[in-house]
Each structure stands twice: as structure tokens, then as C-alpha cells.
């Protein structure tokens, strides 16, 4: 997240100081760039891992805060959500074993997280969502209590409003509403770094765009939001629509949002990004800037660039410019940021070697990727592959037409490891990394492939809760013992140590999918529709959703004894229960047995904001029952 020593704007004044700065700082790096200030005779690459942290009942545990101070490590740092964390690994120069030598960093460090999360009664989990995480998770008690995070949600907010919209379609469908744009703590990723020499910054640049789709079809990890099934790499579309600062007439305008692919291929230097954002994107953040980059340039000393890096940092690349120095040169880096966290370590280095093998070859073979792919077919063919991962058709170079699997085992592959081999990285890593890549293309087994087919498996056997919470649990255990994502046996109930519903909310258990009627129904249409999906209740709703009443079996059967089927006029207002009780969706599913029994009802209509969102009855804590009785026994 960059940063945390940054505030957002109050006034004008403060946006005007920071733009000079901005403005000095591009002026700056033009000028080191035409000096020939950045280092050229090494390459180094580097990563940093996102992950969730969870409860014993495999829920998000907001105690990133605690964890950090147990570890004191400068490489683990907070991100936006206290159930998240990220870990910052030192550069390793693109040769030999740095491969291998990365997934032993990540394993290690992943491994210290998990221990010391366990001595807190928590666990890690490597996942682009958590499939058990809930929309009461994204309550503002869990952001991380640092200003910039505040700053940035209060800056999204001021330019957007006070109300988002998450829409999101997939096997199942998300339509829901929310008050900021927290929902970005949902994401976890892995980035990946590679350094880039200025002369050679555009081609590699327009190689990363080019290639973004099919990476991200084999590295998929994202299928699973709110309970709902939706795109493959569903983080795509959870992003970009929650750091999305346009209203809906600006979309007229052709405005890019925040978090973008981009809009067409670059073509003089990396200044083109930095201007275009600074034209683009107003500034979201400020920080005090302690030096003048133009007059430490005039004086042979590197600047650090503050401002441009903290404005950098409030725009969402899917491939993202950096700029950093170490020692006695600057450099320049491109960061690819649409890798999802997990499933293990060996999967996320298998996915960063197909990606840098890529980088390091594609030119040799295909020349400027700009003279044989449209960037429309670019970016069409990133969208399609968070939707579809290896399902996509992609459009190629030259117009082809490939299926994502033939593209990568008989194309892609053959250029990563010819320039890994360029690299002169060690065969035995090659052959690991790249092996891995091609079992999941040759068997269509990606992260996300798995916790749907885990799904499809566990949900004839018990509910989406349960069987969520099974997948979470089979990730975490698998991933301990570290065997990549193709390899593995799909969730069982079995793979879950620990789970009591008892603990758990309405909204995690009610019925969404309802029937509902009118108050102006006739009674006779709602016995039938009762009968036909052997329904005992059914709500009543107003034309704006809002809960007016209740129809139970029993009403309907005393009606029609008593007027002997006679009343073939009578409606829904003649005999529903006016103002039922009802309960809302964050409530404890005991407080709902409470209310049921003390009242002697089979249900409880769920309501929110005088709505009708869901029902929960009998039957819901019957399946409960069983499931918990199973374990037991």
C-alpha cells in the first residue's frame, strides 16, 4: 500500500504545493533519463506476498496489528484490511537458482507468519478472496488504523459519493450496496518485480500488457465472493469497481477509473505513464516532501521522487511503473500486480517464472508486440481471462485465435523457457517451474478450478457455509504441505477441525433466492405456488422491496376450511400476518432460535433497512444440526 506517512488533501492550496512537486520530480526523471543515471548491468527481480489471516473458524481474524508487533520484522508490513498482511522479500538478481531461491523466501517467511499466527490462535491462508470472508468483514472496526488508509477511503469517497455499487456476474450473480470502498481489503495478491533498463522500458512494458491475459488464465485463484461463484479471477473486477472514483455520468466521458489495464500501448518512455496519470487522476494523497528533485538533479544527487511515487501509488496499473534506488543508482521497474495470492508458494514462483520468461524473451521472438496485436485485443483479452481463465479464446498476434490451453503448452511455454535459458537460470528450476505451469494447462487445474469443483462436490452434501468453510480449510491445510494446486485431492467436510455454526450470523445461512407475493394477491395463487415448491411461509413485500406481512401454511388451510373453498376472491391482506417479526442479517443465528421458539414460528423473515434480503427457517438449523450431529459421531 505503499507509504503510511501521507494524508489526504484538505484543501486547495495543499493540492497545488503537491502538484508543483509532481511536476518538478517528472521534470527530474526526464532529466535523469537523458543522462543516463539508471542502472544498466543488472537485472534484479523481487515479490511481495498479501495474505489472509484467519480464526479458528477459518474467518478473517483482524489481529495484523498484534502479529506484527510479535513479529518485528520491517519486511512484514500492515495493508488496508487488519485481517491482511504483506511481506516484502529482498531483490535476488535474475540468474542461476534465484528462482528456487524465491520460493525458499516465501516459504520461510510464510511459514515464521503461520507460526506466529498460530501462537495467537489464528492461521494464514494463501487465496486471492477468502472464500469465507462476508460483507460484515468490510466493516470500518477492521481497517487498519493507519491515516493513510482513512485518507485514501475519505478521498475515494469525496469523489464518488457515499454509496457504492459492487456488480460482478459469474455462475451466480452479485449485486449488492455499500458505504466506502473498504471492499478493496478483500483482495490478496502476489507481485511480481522485474527490473527494466530505461532503452528497454517501453517494449518490455508493452510485452507485460500483451502477455497479462494469458498469465493470469493459468494463475487463476479468485472464483469465490460474498458466498457467490463469479469470475475466475474475480480480484479484477472487485478492484477496479471499488477504487473506482467516476460517477455514472462520467463513464460518458470516457474517464479511465483508477485501477485500469490502461489505454493504449506505450510509446515514447516511462514519462508517458507518470504525465498521463497526472493528467488523468486527480491527486487522491499528499505527504510532506523534504527535498527539491530538480535542484538535487542540477547536483548530481539522486531524488527520491516522493512525490511522484505517492501519486504512483494512488493509481491502480494492472501493470505498474516503479521507480527506486539502492545503493549509488536509480532504477526503473515494472510490477505486475494481476498474480492472486496462492494457492502455495511453488505455485505463486511458478507463475512469476512463466510471467518473467516471458518478459525476457518475447521481443527476441515476435519483434515490437505493437506491430501484431491491436492493444483493444490486449486488454478485450484480459477481461475475458479474469472471467474465464482457461476457458478463454484469446485474439493473438497476427489475428489468430487460440484456446487458452493450446496458447500456453504449444506457444507460451516454448518462449518462457527459452527466456529463462537467456537468463541463464538453472535448468532444474526451468524444468520445476515451467513443468508446474504446463500440468495445470495440460489438466485445466488452477486454483480457482479447484474451490469450484471442491464446491460442486461438497454442496450435495451440506450448505454453502459449511462447504465454503471446508474449501478454506482444505486450502490451508494443502498448503502446508506445500504440493502446487494440480496435485491436489479436492475439500472434503473431513478437511475442517473446527467448525460451530453457533458462532456465525444470519446472513451466512438465510435463503436469498425467495418467492414472495403482494398484498394484493389472490390467496388462491399463493396456496398453488406453495404447493408447487412445498412451501410452509411466504413473505410479503410492497413494490419497493419492503417487508409487509407473512403468509404461513397454517393461515392458508384455517382460510380455506373455514370458507369451505368458497372465497375464490379473497387476497393476501385478508389473512397475512401484518408487521412479522423478522430479524436482521447480522444477528446470531441463536438469537434467532431464541425469537422462534419463544414465538412458536418456523421462520424469520431477514430484513435490512426495512427490506427484505433473505428468510431463515427450521429447516436452515435441521441441515445445521446434521451436520454438526455427523462430526460429533
Known amino acids: 500500500m505503499g507509504d503510511l506517512n501521507v494524508k489526504s488533501v484538505s484543501n486547495k492550496r495543499e493540492v497545488r ?113 477468502l472464500p469465507t470472508i462476508r460483507k460484515f468483514d468490510l466493516d470500518l472496526d477492521n481497517l487498519t488504523p493507519y491515516e493513510r488508509y482513512s485518507a485514501l477511503l475519505n478521498a475515494i469517497g469525496k469523489l464518488r459519493g457515499k454509496e457504492y455499487e459492487l456488480k460482478i456476474n459469474g455462475i451466480d450473480e452479485l449485486n449488492i450496496k455499500l458505504d466506502s470502498a473498504f471492499i478493496e481489503g478483500c483482495n490478496t495478491g502476489f507481485q511480481v518485480h522485474l527490473q527494466v533498463t530505461p532503452d528497454d522500458f517501453v517494449d518490455k512494458y ?23 461463484r463469479l469470475w475466475k479471477e474475480t480480484r479484477i473486477a472487485l478492484f477496479q469497481q471499488s477504487i473506482d472514483t467516476r460517477t455514472s455520468s462520467d463513464h460518458l466521458r470516457e474517464r479511465s477509473p483508477r485501477v485500469t489495464f490502461g489505454n493504449a500501448w506505450l510509446k515514447g518512455s516511462i514519462l508517458e505513464i507518470y504525465r498521463e496519470d497526472i493528467m488523468r487522476f486527480r491527486v487522491l494523497l499528499h505527504s510532506a516532501i523534504d527535498e527539491d528533485s530538480l535542484e538535487l538533479v542540477s547536483k548530481n544527487k ?22 527506486g534506488h539502492q545503493g549509488t543508482k536509480p532504477h526503473l521497474r515494472i510490477e505486475n500486480r494481476i ?60 489475428k489468430k485465435k487460440y484456446h487458452a490451453t493450446t496458447l500456453i503448452k504449444e506457444e507460451l511455454l516454448p518462449i518462457a523457457r527459452e527466456g529463462l535459458e537467456k537468463a541463464n537460470i538453472d535448468k532444474a528450476d ?3 517451474y515451467l513443468g508446474i505451469i504446463g500440468e495445470r494447462a495440460e489438466t485445466a487445474r488452477t486454483g480457482s478450478q479447484w474451490m469450484l469443483h471442491s464446491f460442486s462436490k461438497l454442496k ?14 482444505a486450502m490451508a491445510n494443502r498448503q502446508t504441505d506445500g504440493d502446487p494446486v494440480h496435485t491436489w485431492s479436492l475439500a472434503e467436510l473431513s478437511d475442517i477441525k473446527n467448525w460451530t455454526p453457533t458462532n456465525l450470523l444470519i446472513e451466512e445461512f438465510m435463503a436469498v433466492d425467495l418467492f414472495t407475493v403482494q398484498k394484493d394477491d389472490l390467496l388462491e ?48 391482506k385478508d389473512i397475512m400476518i401484518k408487521d412479522p417479526i423478522s430479524i436482521a442479517p447480522e444477528a446470531n443465528i441463536q438469537e434467532a432460535m431464541r425469537l422462534m421458539e419463544e414465538h412458536k414460528i418456523s421462520c424469520l423473515p431477514v430484513v435490512k433497512d426495512s427490506k427484505l434480503v433473505g428468510i431463515i427457517t427450521d429447516a436452515n438449523f435441521m441441515d445445521i444440526s446434521k451436520s454438526l450431529l455427523k462430526r460429533w459421531l
Open 206 to 228: 508493452n510485452i507485460s500488457q500483451a502477455v497479462a491475459a494469458p498469465v493470469m488464465a493459468v494463475a487463476a485463484n479468485s472464483p469465490i465472493l460474498f458466498g457467490k
Open 339 to 398: 498474480l492472486p495470492a496462492g494457492p502455495t508458494p511453488v505455485d505463486e514462483v511458478a507463475n512469476a517464472a512463466f510471467w518473467l520468461g516471458l518478459m525476457n524473451k518475447m521481443g527476441d521472438v515476435y519483434g515490437d508486440v505493437t506491430k501484431v496485436m491491436d492493444f483493444d485485443d490486449a486488454r478485450s483479452n484480459f477481461l475475458a481471462s479474469a472471467r474465464n481463465g482457461l476457458d478463454t479464446r484469446f485474439n493473438w498476434f497476427d
Open 17 to 129: 504545493e503537491f502538484s508543483q512537486h509532481l511536476i518538478n520530480d517528472v521534470k527530474a526523471l526526464e532529466q535523469m533519463l537523458m543522462n543516463n543515471w539508471f542502472e544498466t548491468d543488472t537485472i534484479r527481480i523481487g515479490a511481495e506476498q498479501e495474505l489472509c489471516l484467519v480464526d479458528s473458524h477459518l474467518r478473517p481474524a483482524s489481529v495484523s496489528m498484534e502479529l506484527l508487533e510479535r513479529a518485528n520484522n520491517p519486511d512484514y508490513v500492515n495493508e488496508i484490511a487488519q485481517y491482511n498482511l504483506e511481506v516484502n522479500f529482498d531483490p535476488l538478481v535474475f540468474e542461476k537458482n534465484c528462482l528456487s531461491m524465491l520460493e525458499k523466501d516465501v516459504s520461510h517467511h510464510v511459514g515464521v507468519v503461520r507460526n506466529i499466527a498460530k501462537d495467537m490462535g489464528a492461521d494464514i491462508v494463501l487465496a486471492g478472496i
Open 302 to 323: 539522486i531524488p527520491k521522487l516522493k512525490a511522484l511515487t505517492t501519486h504512483n501509488s494512488t493509481v491502480y496499473r494492472w501493470n505498474r511503473p516503479c521507480y
Open 430 to 432: 526451468i524444468d520445476k
Open 525 to 572: 395463487m399463493v396456496m398453488e405456488m406453495m404447493d408447487w415448491r412445498n412451501m410452509r411461509n411466504i413473505p410479503v413485500e410492497d413494490d419497493k422491496g419492503r417487508l409487509v406481512g407473512l403468509v404461513t401454511q397454517r393461515l392458508l388451510f384455517r382460510h380455506f376450511v373455514k370458507s369451505d373453498r368458497k372465497s375464490k376472491g379473497a387476497l393476501v
Open 460 to 473: 450435495e452434501k451440506t450448505g454453502k457455509e459449511e462447504a465454503f468453510t471446508a474449501i478454506t480449510a
